[in-house]
């Protein structure tokens, strides 16, 4: 489903990924773990289409970026750290104003089906600003599911959460992920990576270091696992 | 709040062709009128600033009744200029604090819709702020401003200011320097709109004969041409690390 080869990716002088080859199967869910300047947002942002790689291959669900990237946008969900919602529109506006964007079919009925998936069916009329951060989130994964894609990419989604947001989104994250999707989930903490991913990548100083999938890592091995990977690299 | 999570229907294929190039401006033009009739936060600050450099220049220009008639131009191209740059800035600054620009960005439309969506809602909010502005303008310079001549060549104008003006806020939105690098880039670069649209107005002010002011009127079509033809073909590279 997605196939990255030695992606390089420049601000100027400054390398940050440094031949980056990366392969998930569909249906994976794969972690990528890394510490801060890792270059993990620079490479979800490639893959999401809003960075160019400087050199390198990046292939989506059978199409090339960069020139194919309207028909992979249509096929990729993006949820990062922040909402990407209009706080002065309701939840059920924004989610009307993206379906318009993404030509989504039967829209009335698909903007309830997800407002319930996310349990914000009873605040649909709220506006977005009046939301709580963990509420926001919810509603940000429905945005990014309103097209039902194929691959869907998270960067850090758990940032600024509480215990009982996080708690939620982990059940909303599973749903998405059981529905067949492929997952590329980027994030710091290692216990909720564990308990979602099929698969967990290291990546450090810009390239993958170090890759294992859950049936390789015996689940209290994680953090052995990452840290030998970044002492290694 | 709603703390249950309900038990997910089955899911079904949503995914469809991407919309039209039209079906994509609409929904950006749409989405920002209603946002900003619920805030009314850009025409508001557009509107007191005008109004504010109207009272300004009224003072500073204590002048003569005639000699006020004759800046009335300038004056007004001037307050257009300054309340444009203040609507321009916090039009994309909405787009880029919440990461909605991302959100744009990522939807299976041509990035040039994004651009012509923005600039068609900055438009508008501008007309919205002139439509109030000129009557008070007619009021303290003594010159009816309502004049169909003077509305087109304001039309123009505000044509160029915006075709120019969404690109840079685009460019500067995504800087730290953002509150102040939008007017250091824009001014110089508009000015071809702008000296037109004054020499254009100032011939309709004075009454003199349309054919001796087709000239830089025929320049502001043409830079509204320009401008907005080179905005469209580099926009997928301003927004695009």
Wanted: contains cysteine; positive net charge.
């Amino acid at each position: 489903m997605i196939t990255v080869k030695k992606l390089v990716k420049r601000f100027g002088l400054k390398i940050v990924l440094r031949g980056v080859d990366f392969e998930v199967q569909p249906g994976e869910f794969v972690a990528l773990l890394g510490p801060n300047g890792a270059g993990k947002t620079t490479f979800l942002r490639i893959l999401a289409s809003l960075s160019r790689p400087s050199l390198g291959e990046v292939n989506i669900a059978g199409y090339k970026l960069p020139a194919q990237a309207e028909q992979v946008r249509a096929r990729l969900g993006v949820v990062s750290h922040l909402p990407l919602l209009y706080g002065d529109l309701t939840a059920e506006e924004n989610l009307r104003f993206y379906a318009r964007l993404y030509n989504v079919p039967n829209s009335e009925a698909r903007i309830t089906e997800v407002l319930e998936m996310v349990g914000l069916d009873t605040r649909r009329q709220d506006l977005v600003r009046t939301y709580s951060r963990g509420m926001q989130q919810r509603l940000t994964i429905g945005r990014a599911v309103l097209h039902d894609p194929d691959v869907m990419l998270f960067d850090e989604p758990y940032t600024g959460l509480d215990q009982d947001a996080s708690s939620m989104l982990d059940d909303v994250l599973k749903t998405v992920a059981s529905q067949g999707r492929t997952v590329v989930m980027t994030s710091h903490d290692l216990a909720r990576a564990e308990d979602l991913a099929t698969r967990f990548d290291i990546l450090s100083r810009g390239v993958i270091t170090a890759s294992a999938t859950r049936r390789q890592l015996k689940k209290s091995n994680l953090l052995t696992f990452y840290k030998q990977a970044l002492a290694a690299s | 709040m709603n703390n249950t999570m309900p038990a997910i229907k089955a899911t079904k294929k949503h995914f469809a062709a991407k919309p039209s190039f039209l079906r994509a401006v609409f929904a950006i033009v749409w989405k920002d009128i209603q946002a900003e009739y619920r805030s009314l936060e850009l025409i508001s600050a557009m509107l007191v600033f005008s109004l504010l450099v109207i009272i300004i220049f009224n003072f500073a220009l204590d002048v003569e009744f005639k000699v006020r008639q004759t800046v009335a131009a300038g004056v007004l191209w001037t307050t257009f200029a300054f309340a444009g740059t203040l609507g321009l800035n916090r039009s994309m600054a909405v787009e880029k604090d919440r990461g909605c620009l991302d959100g744009l960005l990522l939807a299976p439309v041509d990035r040039s819709a994004i651009y012509f969506g923005k600039a068609i809602s900055n438009l508008i909010f501008m007309l919205v702020v002139e439509a109030v502005v000129l009557p008070v303008y007619s009021v303290l310079y003594g010159r009816n401003l309502i004049q169909p001549g003077l509305l087109m060549v304001i039309l123009l104008g505000s044509i160029g200011y915006v075709g120019v003006g969404t690109l840079l806020a685009t460019m500067s939105v995504q800087t730290r320097t953002r509150d102040i690098l939008l007017s250091i880039l824009l001014f110089p670069v508009v000015l071809p709109v702008l000296l037109p649209a004054i020499i254009a107005s100032n011939g309709f002010l004075a009454g003199v004969e349309l054919a001796e002011i087709l000239f830089p009127i025929g320049l502001l079509v043409a830079y509204d041409v320009i401008f907005i033809a080179v905005a469209f073909m580099v926009f997928d590279n301003v927004v695009e690390e």
